[in-house]
């Protein structure tokens, strides 16, 4: 019934949009040029609502012969957008268009080049080089400029026959123009000609060029000027004053209403500054703060393309905002995505002087109703104790006055943010009770890890540290592989530490891990551990409770050579997503041309979805967990066989492990001897397994010929591990 009715919907807008048709199709014929022009209006308008009304073109095209500019201005944006479906009935436009290039009316003779240029279709590139040629010597430099655009859309449908008939050369001679507009224009074409092919050498800036475009960077429009300024900050410069006076004739556009303007503006400055004296280099540095800190005044989206790029900015420059700390601060109207931007600025603003108020700031936003911006309020309140030790106690106390308000996701992230203020500042253990006591509360993978992880670490100063364990232990194989693995180092710490209480609970999770868990990274990890702790107490004590460098920051720092090449890019999609921008496509059609430029489209969008499709299955490949069994086999095989392989093994570790071992409490041949031949007599009784020796440590049991890769032996075959520990 439901169907029915749509179907019945359906087909009466069908009826209606073909009445519709057939409507405009009697306007468009019409004797009065009121109806005709009534008509095309309406067509336009149905065709930007997605209509298709293709099926008028021929009723169009009869009516492109008028004087009235404003019909003849829809009839050619028709034309643009149907000629790829009328191909072959585009070219009976052809003379229309050589008559119009040649009107004594400039804006009419603008558009007809304009049009021409925007038909993408093969035939038109015959018809195109003769009117494009006279336009670009034209009187007009309305005409001219519109024809030097003109150029770089006949360079991307036929390359070589735009090289053959010189238009790039006469495109290069527009720069010495008198009109500013127009050498914007032969910049911006003559910018993307070099792009699709840099083998032309279609744009070089000279200085005789350069001092042109400074000429005329003050007379164009805003996006005149962005061409311009994307010269400047690709043109490369050696000499301090001819870098002193680019910067000087750029600053200010500093000041322009246009966000882009002023951040291409910022990205010249940002570009030559190097070259510049240290002195000079400090007062351009001050004099971009202003304009960086007016773009927060824009509307939100341009908001979050200037939060990005100051961003960059700031990791290049630290200082050049320390005083405008208060403007990041987050408004309540503010988007989730500005609030989040605004976070990371402040934490990389933080100083010893502003520390505080940071604090101050950020604690009332780990109250909010929003989950993930307070989430990200207590990761920065952590990120400031420690970029800022001054202010460390003060976080400390912040973040366990937060642990009162008993919310779960505060609790699992104070968690985590401790993790790391610990590993900065051990002195603060007094708070890990009060983290204990929230242990009911954590449910996810990373807070349990960093819970986990502090609890082997201060084993020794957590009196009921077994029971809080314990339950971790026994649902060692519902944990994540992050728990997991946190949970076998911190139960070998709490036997290191805690030998009698300790020693229970690493058995069980050593005997999941080996014999339960088809994981192969945990049972490696296990057996690693079992077998160095079955060599020596000391041997495993000084490697479980190693001393580990002090944490330095936990904020997020873009690698040198990328924020380089953004800091290039700044103003572009690049400098907004952090990734260095794909030339590949532009790459791939340099030497392509013509038809061949053409045709080749569909082929770059397959090209761009198999690279997709690639990096999709080469991040499954890295993230997948391969379900091999145990990959260290220390005695496999044939026991001679196994004696050569382990050899040299040996004799490679020996390679690897080649360090100044009077600077190591842990020697060379101390890790060796985890990797060597282990021949014990036979296991007696299991009673006899366990070496009760004062020292603690675990006895191994090995035969030369025993398979460590197999999970299930048979009866005639004994599983190495089952039965090392006895209780």
Known sequence: MQATIEKKIRNLFKRNFKGETSELRTGLVSQYAFER????????????????????????????????????KLVYLYLMNYAKTHPELVILAVNTFVQD????????RALAIRTMGCIRVDKMIDFLPGPLEKTLSDESPYVRKTAAIAVAKLFDLDQQLAIDLHFVEKLQTLLDDSNPMVIANAVNALEEIQRRAPETNAFKVTKTVLDKLLAALNECTEWGRISILTAFSEYETTDASEAEHICERVVPQFQHANPSVVLMAIRVVITHLQTLPLEQRETLQRKMSSPLVTLLATPPELQYVALRNIRLILQKFPGILNR??????????????????????MVNLVSKENAKQVVTELKEYCVEVDVVFVRHAIKALGQVAIQVPESSELVVDTLLDLLDHHVAYVAQEVVVVMRNILRKYPVFEDAIPRLCDAIDEIDEPESRAAL???????????????????????SFLEESTNVQLQLLTACVKLYTKKPDEGKELLHEILQQATQKSDNADIRDRAYIYWRLLSSDAELSKSVALAHRPTIASTIDRIPQPLLDELLRNLSTLSSVYYKSPENST???????????????????????????????????????????????????????????????????????????????????????????????????????????????????????????KEDTPTSAEKQPFDDLLDF
């Open 586 to 708: 532009n790459k791939s059609n340099a030497n392509k041309s013509g038809n061949a430029n053409k045709s080749n489209t569909l082929g770059d969008a397959d090209d761009v979805q198999r690279r997709a499709h690639e990096e999709q299955r080469k991040m499954a490949h890295e993230d997948e967990i391969f379900r091999d069994d145990n990959l260290l086999d220390f005695d496999s095989g044939n026991a001679g066989d196994g004696a050569d392989d382990l050899a040299q093994s040996s004799n490679i570790l020996s390679e690897i492990f080649v360090t100044n071992d009077k600077q190591s409490g842990t020697t060379s041949q101390d890790i060796l001897s985890l990797f060597t031949p282990v021949t014990m007599p036979p296991v007696e009784s299991t009673t006899n397994n366990l070496n009760t020796n004062t020292d603690s440590s675990f006895n191994l049991n090995m035969n030369s010929n025993t398979n460590l």
């Open 101 to 108: 290039s040649e009107d004594p009316n400039p804006l009419i």
């Open 324 to 345: 405008e700390i208060k403007v990041f601060y987050t408004k309540y109207n503010d988007p989730l995505y500005l609030k989040l931007e605004k976070i990371e600025i």
């Open 37 to 72: 022009k009534d008509a095309i209006e309406r067509t336009i308008h149905a065709m930007t609502l997605g209509k298709d009304v293709s099926m008028l073109f021929p009723d169009i095209l009869k009516n492109l012969a008028t004087h009235d500019l404003d019909q003849k």
């Open 452 to 474: 986990v992880w502090i609890l082997g670490e201060y084993a020794d100063r957590i009196p009921p540290v077994k029971s809080l364990i314990s339950p971790f232990v026994k």
